[in-house]
């Protein structure tokens, strides 16, 4: 283990670290899409049950071998199975996280192009047909989108090469207060709408006949990106976690805060949606072409109003991505100054520059976009997620992860949930993660 490694200040921060890098686009931009594509509470069922029956035991498995080994995920691995191919693992959470904060910050680009748009123009003095083809036409153009991602990937590149104290802690703990602040409030303007009820009851009123094999697999999907899991995200930042820090209440509290957002979120958009009268199955556009059309709306009647609100919520959107990729982006960091000997500063750049490039071809190709996507979400998160569990269920002694997760048995009460955590990973996590991972090929 690397002497000089950081670890957070405290549990909290740990908590703050991990529940940073849960809470972004996956909760504000695609879970409410998801949630309209797939029939509203229902889906929201779905996803709780899995994030409590899947995710959680995964985000524990990663935080234990993280903790256990205070080394990111190759080093981990080399560390507790020596000489196997364990750390082909490596694979995935280099690849992984490289492909996500490339496309992650194309996403976070636009968002901040959004708020600078929201800054300076209004959409209320623009008609509707302007706002229907803005998306398109911004995604659409080169220069836009790819100084959007430069600028995203520049402010995390800052961020990272700061440490992870002066860094990633300092960041999150100022971050987040204030985006749960401003969540809220957008939630109460939007339930308050004018026929906002009807969005209200869609989150609510499960109707379990819209619920099919596609959207059970795609609630377990968005669980696993909610939570940043499969590609050494939780592994690396618990890694920084110190030894007397709960794993079981850190993971829990994480799950906690990540579920509320998202909750947050579906009542920030459904019932802006359903209060001006369209679609709930917009899909990725869902946040960056359909709420515009209710900011434009408000800024007929209250333009100022209209103004705030706006600039409110692409303000979040964009402090819950950055918090977000910094995790990822720590990730390739972390693999190139442990495992490659690099200074991290030079680290950082490095992967400035790959994720750079491989983000302007995502920002301009729309192909290459998608391809990032499938493949890092589809294939490498889940084949991650499967080998995690796989190792700590059948590869690690039984009671070396109970006793990370008890912390040598100073922390009885969490001996239950051990057992229960046990089981589940074994058992049934591989299954229902093989299932899902099957049916993105069959669905094709
Ligand atoms: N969880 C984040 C979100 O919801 C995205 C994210 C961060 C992520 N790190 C990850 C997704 C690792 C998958 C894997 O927006």
């Not at 490289?98 to 600078?116: D, E, K, M, Q």
């Not at 409110?312 to 991505?321: E, I, K, N, Q, Y």
């Not at 089981?423 to 094709?444: D, E, H, K, M, Q």
Request: with cysteine.
């Amino acid at each position: 283990m690397e002497s000089n490694r950081e670890v957070f200040g405290s549990n909290l921060m740990a908590i703050f670290a991990l529940a940073g890098s849960a809470i972004g686009l996956g909760n504000i931009w695609r879970f409410p899409y998801m949630v309209g594509q797939h029939g509203g509470a229902a889906f929201i069922i779905v996803y709780i049950v899995c994030t409590l029956f899947f995710s959680l035991p995964i985000f524990y498995c990663e935080s234990l071998i993280g903790r256990k080994t205070g080394q990111s995920t190759i080093g981990a691995m080399r560390q507790l199975a020596p000489g196997s191919r364990w750390a082909l693992i490596g694979i995935f959470t280099v690849l992984g996280p490289l492909l996500i904060t490339s496309f992650y910050s194309v996403v976070g680009g636009w968002s901040f192009a959004y708020l600078l748009r929201s800054c300076f123009s209004s959409f209320g003095a623009m008609s509707h047909a302007e706002i229907g083809s803005m998306f398109a036409q911004f995604t659409g153009s080169v220069w836009g989108p790819v100084l959007a991602h430069t600028a995203f990937l520049l402010a995390s590149a800052v961020i990272i090469s700061a440490g992870v104290r002066r860094g990633i802690e300092a960041f999150t703990k100022y971050t987040l207060p204030p985006l749960m602040l401003l969540m809220v409030l957008l939630m109460a303007y939007s339930v308050s709408l004018p026929g906002a009820r009807t969005g209200v009851e869609y989150l609510v009123k499960p109707d379990f006949s819209r619920l099919d094999a596609g959207a059970i697999a795609a609630a377990m999907g968005q669980s696993f990106f909610s939570l940043s899991l499969g590609i050494g995200t939780v592994l690396t930042y618990a890694s920084y976690m110190g030894k007397k820090d709960n794993i079981v209440s850190t993971g829990a509290w994480t799950a906690v805060f990540d579920l509320g957002f998202a909750l947050i979120a579906g009542f920030v958009v459904m019932p802006a949606v359903f209060a001006a009268g369209l679609e709930p199955q917009a899909g990725p556009g869902l946040v960056f072409e359909t709420l515009p059309f209710i900011f434009a709306d408000m800024g007929a009647s209250a333009p100022l109003l209209s103004k705030v609100v706006t600039i409110t919520f692409f303000l979040s959107v964009l402090l819950a991505a950055l918090t977000s990729e910094i995790s990822m982006y720590e990730v390739c960091t972390a693999y190139l100054v442990e495992e490659r000997g690099m200074a991290r500063k030079k680290a950082t750049l490095l992967v400035f520059f790959v994720a750079w490039t491989i983000g302007v071809a995502c920002a301009v190709f729309t192909k290459v976009f998608s391809f990032c996507d499938f493949v890092s979400s589809n294939i490498l998160m889940t084949l991650g997620a499967l080998a995690f569990s796989l190792f700590v269920g059948w590869r690690m002694k039984k009671a070396a992860v109970e006793a990370e997760l008890t912390n040598d048995g100073s922390l009885p009460g969490n001996r239950t949930v051990f057992k229960v955590f046990y089981f589940l990973t074994r058992y049934i996590v591989p299954v229902g993660i093989a299932i899902i991972f099957l049916s993105n090929f069959i669905s094709l």
